[in-house]
């Protein structure tokens, strides 16, 4: 499906769009997936954390997670991808490929906790227009999926993005770092009361595919206790006439500071 303007309207009033399987969302999540397991072999990378666990777990991780959206050849094959549902030029703003690694029972671990908070992107100081892709790279379990609030796409909800401020957040690290906040610093935009994982919308993403919806949407990752690592790639764009016309989802809650998107990629320049 096409990225155009009444698709991103769509977006933009709340539609959840599915894609794929494709064969440049296929080459790109056997690319990615091909990084993982050179990470961490011999092990296992859906077993690793049980082996290692979770410090040796993230000291293995963390040279991916901070190098994959610089790796020149996942860069080409995210640009295809994109470039397959008109993505491509100047006309977009595209943010490198970004790698994140779930844990099955790290909810409970406080340093990665975080990773399961319940947010909009858009409290994370990314535009209103902002539309994320999330592609599994790997098959994965049901209690493994995305979790979606669509109720709430139009519905304020009392969070704590006043206190985030995009300055502070890149000084730490970016959104690829594991550095954790000092006092008074907000890290994690979340509800100031969290909404019920029972009542999430989790839909069924296969490896090879994505799911599209706008940086409004509250979701997050659902606590899950598989046994397992679940790996997933993002791949998020912004339509820079969108966003210079101030069109995009409604900023119902948002109170963060900065613009993201300001340092994201034109396509044409990404390599």
């Known amino acids: 499906m096409r990225l155009d303007a009444s698709a991103r309207e769509a977006l933009y009033a709340g539609e959840l769009q599915y894609l794929g399987p494709t064969p440049a969302l296929r080459g790109l999540a056997a690319l990615a997936w091909d990084r993982v397991c050179d990470c961490f072999a011999p092990l296992d990378p859906l077993t690793a954390y049980a082996a290692l666990g979770n410090d040796r777990f993230f000291e293995h991780f963390a040279p991916l997670r901070q190098g994959l959206p610089l790796d020149a050849e996942v ?20 943010d490198r490929p970004r790698i994140r690694a779930v844990s099955s029972g790290a909810q409970d671990i406080p340093a990665a906790a975080p990773a399961y908070g319940q947010h909009r992107d858009t409290w994370y100081a990314n535009p209103q227009s902002q539309v994320n892709h999330w592609l599994p790279l790997h098959p994965l379990l049901d209690e493994e999926r995305i979790g ?81 690592t679940r790996y997933t790639l993002e791949l998020r764009v912004v339509h ?22 300001a340092g994201y990629l034109f396509a044409d320049t990404a390599g």
Do not use: K
């Open 75 to 94: 860069v080409e094959a995210a640009l295809e991808a994109l470039a397959s549902w008109g993505v491509t030029g100047p006309a977009w703003r595209i």
């Open 148 to 228: 979606f609030f669509p109720a709430f796409f139009h519905s304020a909800v009392e969070n704590t993005s006043g206190g985030f401020r995009l300055s502070d957040w890149n000084a730490r690290g970016g959104f690829q770092a594991y550095a954790r906040p000092r006092a008074g610093e907000q890290f994690h935009p979340t509800p100031r009361s969290p909404l019920d994982w029972g009542g999430a919308l989790r839909p069924a993403v296969p490896t090879g595919a994505a799911v599209r919806f706008s940086g409004h949407h509250l979701h997050g990752t659902v606590p899950h206790r598989s046994g397992r």
């Open 240 to 261: 820079a006439g969108d966003h210079a016309a101030g069109r995009g989802a409604p900023n119902l809650d948002n109170a963060s500071e900065g613009d993201a998107s």
